[in-house]
């Protein structure tokens, strides 16, 4: 037996090329077994037709406009008009996502501001956004790939947006990281030797998170962290070299149903639901 984790074999690599995956990202590793098995070993290309609900699409949206703002190529002014113009365009999944969808055009320009006010106190000028990173786990066969939100000086800069809900509830900032952004934290850092800090953005306020204020952003966590990233990686790597079938693979899984990865498409949920008979 090899028992040299840095090593791999061709077994190794076919694992992941016989689903058609030539690279791993955070948010591949975040999702839990079951969601990535239905989307990367069943739907495979049909992914793409995975529509995100509103909140998803918005907070895509602000968060390129915040990143726009800041590199100087839009006004507050022009972003925020340009979010509320595209926004109009979403087509909701469904009647929920279209009181969604109202929720989201009443908070978007708030949002922008706010995420531009809090890289504006922090002095951030002239970032590099979306800066492509790769690092290899030990031991897995493919390389695990990300883009950085921002860039700057000796940090790096990652936002995430917080919506109100369906009843108009106010968006709460998270008191620590939820795991999955420390996660995707210790792989740019890995990649990147910078500073990792964390924004949370939401209508009427930001929270920040960096190693000066948040355990689980330092050095010796975010290690840990990247063992976690290893070990998952490596678990599916192992799976996946029984067999690249989804209906073996889903024999030996159970999904949880009532985790908010399986907030998606109805369609997708009714045909995932429908695989493993529930």
Sequence with gaps: TNNDFSATNNDDLSAWINIGLDHLSPSQLKKPLPNFLFEYVYLKSRRKDMRPNCKMYSGGLAHDLIQAVAQKKETLKSAVKKAETDLTFYSPRDEDDAILKERCAEQIGDIIEQGVGALKELNVKNPEIEKRIEIQLDGIAIPCIGFVDLIWEKNFIELKTKWRSIN????????????GDILQSA??????????????????????????????????????????????????????????????????IEPDFDSFYWNIDVDFRKEAEKLWRI
Excluded: H
């Design 168 to 179: 108009n509830r106010a968006a709460t900032l998270p008191n620590a990281p939820p795991f």
């Design 187 to 252: 792989i740019y850092w890995k990649a990147t030797s910078l500073s990792p800090r964390l924004i949370y953005v939401r209508d009427m306020g930001v929270r920040l998170f960096d190693q000066n204020n948040c355990e689980q952003l330092t050095t010796d966590n975010l290690e840990r962290c990247l063992d976690y990233a290893r070990q998952t990686a490596l678990r599916r790597q192992n799976l996946l070299k029984l067999s690249s079938e989804f209906k073996d693979l889903a024999k030996m």
